[in-house]
DNA sequence: AAACATTTGGGAAACGTTACCCACTCCGAT
DNA sequence: ATCGGAGTGGGTAACGTTTCCCAAATGTTT
């Protein structure tokens, strides 16, 4: 009969089955100062004798959650996965653990995901790719140690990493260019959020589009259509661009997931790839990779962004008052199939 | 000078503010019987003038911690982001919040995931594929309210909710024999733990693809690749299997990854879809719905599964003594442009 | 041998919430 | 009048840890 309802095992247990008090279980659990190594022994034995696991809200209440929080925008973009893998990885051996906050759609969807990591007592919270507006950006970060990846400009109160993607546009564009585009479209995502207009990755990417056009004198073909970074608005973007009166020879999508959606567009416009139009896409994720599409794309380092905002992280943990850092990682330019010459 | 460390608001604090008891602001806050309507007022906007918030940990300590874990094996795999939509549609709008435990590879892994879950006092745990061994799971099932969703089998202790493979691996023989196929090979998920190989939902598709092919007549055309699903084992099934001496007319691919990477190898072969060889999937998933690939593949309704995989732990929770369920959901197959009938 | 520092172990009070109980008031029914 | 029950509100002891202290034991210097 144990039927019994199990009652899990608490450092009570641990510290009468060991014979020393709950204190020094305790301690050797946190490796304090202040255990001779035979009381280790004893009490290490004990815990792996019941297996003792402590309790995470316990702690919580005292102290920190040996938890991390990871906010992650959109779960089906591959480029996520990526920076998701850097960050683990560096994680894993740590005491710490990671969980998810999963998909929120909009600055309040965010805005509650963040709150739910805050009140579970978060150790460390990183932000990838928020939406929020800065000043509550800062206002989380000032009650616990946070990291915003994906973000530009400066703060005192947490660190970010970002690619830098104002070189990211210009590798696009000079490639194009050195293939002979003169008319080099781009598909941006519309910023519905004015107060942080500067800071957002696709708006540097437009910037940096716009800068490396003029560079290259092309300041005439200059061509933007404004949709979102979803499949759905590189299909209408591209749609849009290619009713132009003048077609542009070549289109810079700002997501590789906006060039799916322009690839379709063209496809249905009776137009191939990359004879009639060069297109190139930004996050070099699996899918451009992938030979039957074979993108042209920049490459972020999302497993670099997301090592280093794990390092940052850990070092805030480690110590609240260190003056905040920015890391700003270089892209690369993986050519593929789909940026050709434009047509004679 | 407001340097003041910031204390976070506690129920005492909200108490004091609206001259009542810590009690009886906890009731209200869970809408405990025995509050008057002007008790309720009064607490309310103490709460909303003060911004509180309970802390999770000190809930964690005393019962529930509305938090539902998620433990999720790929983050890649877009079938299962469509799980999670489905999932968090149906928990958004209860007191509940959703925390995902990330990416394992490997029992171990999913091992430590779950346990960290239990640890941090999770009120209920939706297991997505996992691959540990059903004693296990029943264990950790004894421990909290939990649902398994995509392994086959019953269980006393967890309830479960899976897509009916075999008719899913069916209709893909039937659609292909239809067609005039008769050299129908499969590409499966070779099984590394023995000890739950029934109830793996590859094992199932495996297995459906055997029986339909033998149901129609084409037990001579059974040819099966194992390798992993993974676009990896995509591409080197269907290397082994276009390098057979009578080469199959269609292959059969157990999850559409494995089909994106058997599209590759066709393509290396100098061979063109679905003109030489035809190719189907299994999952649906929105790269297989993309207009370049249309691959023709089994919707398993994730949306579907997901929202069913909540709605029974949010029932177990509320009666942890109710008899478990098994929830089977029936796949469709959705014809695209990758099948087609064999060469002549 | 005395005085002092260092190491080692434990007692007890938090941390923020909930659950169990009990007390009080106000009814209507006996 | 008395009783019983329903409706309200609050006091208090948990829950499992950690942290602050203090005490005892041991070592080290005068």
Redesign the pocket.
Known sequence: MDEAPA??I???DVARHAQ?????V??V??NAY???P??QAKVRQAISELGYR??AS??G???RTYTIGVMLPDIRNPFFAEVLDGLTGRIAGTEYQVLLGPGCNGEDAEARVIHAMIDRGMDGLILIAPISARAHLERVAALVPTVVVGRHGHSHTYDTVADDDLTGAALVVNHLADLGHRRIAHIEHHESTPDCLAEMPNAIRAEGYRRAMRARGLADGIDIASTTYTQEGGYLGAKQLLARPVRPTAIFAGADIVAMGALDAIAEAGLSVPTDISIAGYDNTTFAAFRPISLTSVDQAGHEIGANAARLLLDRIADRSRPTAQVKLSPTLVVRRTTAPPPA
């Open positions: 009652r899990r608490t450092i009570v020393v008090s709950t204190t020094a305790s301690k659990l946190r202040g255990v001779s035979k009381m402590p309790n316990a702690r209440l005292r102290g």
